[in-house]
């Protein structure tokens, strides 16, 4: 069946600095991806989506790009601040079927001042 | 615009207590779903309503039963709770097109004694 992977937190990181969290997945067609984040005491919100290979998605000076060949899409922020301390989660939506969200396991970031 | 309405927000229960989460939404949304979560697994998939008369079970459908009432609401309900099923509880909608993001409830934390 469809799985996401993605990198064990938490990540501790200064503000401004760089932040790379890996996600790759593991399914059949072209599913679409999605990051999730998640403040404390929230609902989850959508962060950014690609619906197809090469698609970048990018919101809040977030990015991710849809890489087929290496089943990934992997989320960057070049300069993260402090109000970026959240829980992120990587998910995919099937190419076909049932259209529900599968999810990794989530990855806690941290931001220094 | 609410989005996705969860009742209650907290709610504690004694082993073998019943008791029914309520979800609603008003972006006339086809699909509905209802995920828990639990530390360090992400989001696991317990029902899913693709519309208005038609359920499905997911991963963890166990000790569980939904009600799709009608296309705004969507209900879960535990029967005969377990400590197992302590967990925060989330509701989401989508429009069930490839590619449409889903839309979460801010969650119920369950506790189970």
């Known amino acids: 069946g469809d799985s996401v992977t993605q990198m064990e937190g938490p990540v501790t990181l200064s503000e401004e600095a760089f932040l790379t969290i890996n996600c790759t997945?593991?399914?059949?067609?072209?599913?679409?991806?999605?990051?999730?984040?998640?403040?404390?005491?929230?609902g989850l919100q959508l962060l950014l989506k690609a619906t197809k290979a090469d698609d970048k998605g990018s919101n809040k000076g977030f990015e991710a790009t849809y890489r087929k060949e290496t089943t990934s899409f992997h989320l960057e922020k070049g300069s993260v601040q402090v109000s970026d301390s959240a829980v992120y989660f990587c998910a995919l939506s099937p190419w076909a079927g049932r259209r529900a969200?599968?999810?990794?396991?989530?990855?806690?970031?941290?931001v220094q001042p | 615009n609410a989005g996705v309405t969860q009742t209650p927000k907290f709610q504690v229960l004694k082993t073998g207590q019943s008791m029914t989460l309520q979800c609603a939404q008003d972006m006339n949304h086809n699909s509905m779903y209802w995920y828990r979560q639990d530390p360090g697994m992400g989001l696991r998939l317990i029902y899913y309503s693709a519309s208005e008369g038609t359920t499905d079970k997911g991963e963890v459908p166990n000790g569980y039963n939904v009600s799709r009432l009608n296309k705004r609401e969507f209900s879960l309900r535990l029967e005969s709770a377990a400590p197992s099923q302590t967990s925060v509880y989330f509701c989401a909608s989508s429009a069930g097109d490839r590619g449409t993001e889903a839309f979460f409830g801010q969650?119920?934390?369950?506790?189970v004694v």
């Open chain 2, 107 to 111: 969650g119920t934390r369950l506790t």
């Open chain 1, 25 to 42: 997945y593991t399914a059949t067609g072209y599913p679409s991806l999605f990051w999730y984040v998640q403040y404390p005491g929230e």
């Open chain 1, 101 to 110: 969200l599968t999810f990794g396991s989530g990855t806690r970031l941290q």
